[in-house]
């Protein structure tokens, strides 16, 4: 069985990709706590991602308000901007942080090996995921 933890999430700047891909759960010998784990922990991205994309288009239809108006006020224009950064920034280290979580759930063993089939040619769909990739399920 593949077991793929795979968070997409869209921004006003475009998709932003997190992944904890595995290509089987035999492979590295997970055990059913182990899956357990990993599930919780993208159910939890997820539930955070919600509100982080939804953080990031609020933001984003109130910046265009502020460039719509007559008078563009620059520091409320540059406020909103560096708003909308904090909010992409939040969730990128979100997505370092799931990473990271997922990568304590393994044993010394299951992390090299996981290193080994990060390192190890991709083979389509099945294939180890790295931030920023665009692997699927």
């Known amino acids: 069985h593949l077991l793929l933890v795979r968070i997409q999430c869209s921004n006003a700047g475009g998709d932003v990709e997190h992944s904890i891909n595995v290509r089987s759960k035999d492979e590295l010998g997970l055990t059913p706590e182990q899956v357990r784990m990993l599930r919780e922990i993208r159910a939890d991205f997820q539930r955070g991602a919600i509100t982080r994309t939804a953080e990031i288009t609020l933001a984003a239809v109130d910046l265009r308000g502020l460039m719509e108006q007559d008078t563009l006020d620059l520091p409320k224009v540059e406020a909103q901007v560096r708003k909308i950064a904090f909010f992409h920034a939040d969730q990128r280290v ?7 979580a997922g990568k304590a759930v393994l044993t010394p063993e299951q992390q ?9 040619p991709r083979m389509g ?6 931030m920023g990739t665009g692997e699927g399920e």
């Open 94 to 100: 979100a997505g370092i942080k799931m990473v990271q």
């Open 112 to 120: 090299e090996k996981f290193k080994q089939l990060a390192h190890a």
């Open 125 to 130: 769909r099945w294939g180890m995921g790295r």
